[in-house]
């Protein structure tokens, strides 16, 4: 009895602990500021909704922490100019209205790469 005792207070521990990846949303005026995390507990993507939609600027990273794209919503929307950062190459995506109008493709020291 004391085993099974011991074998589900350490589950519960474990259960428990693995929870610490929860999102958390936070209010700002009529904004909410939103955090999600990777199972690692490293930010994954931090950003805003406005009346339910995503607005504003959103950044995400990899579970190491370093970030990977950044742009922004507008109402739900991506809109503008959105980086994606891939090893030593950076693509800038032009958005309008959540559709590609354009990609240019960086390597480390700037230039533009051609495919």
Known sequence: MKTITLFLALFMTVALSAQDNTPTFTKDGNKVIATYF???????????????KLHGEW???????????????????????????????????DFEDSRIVGVTQRDSKGAVVVN
């Open 38 to 52: 990777h199972a690692n507990g490293e930010i994954a993507q931090t950003g805003e909704f406005l009346k339910g």
């Open 59 to 93: 950044n995400m990273f990899d579970e190491a922490g370093k970030k990977i794209a950044s742009g922004e919503y507008l109402n739900g929307r991506k809109t503008g100019k959105w980086f994606f950062w891939q090893g030593e190459e950076l693509k800038e995506v």
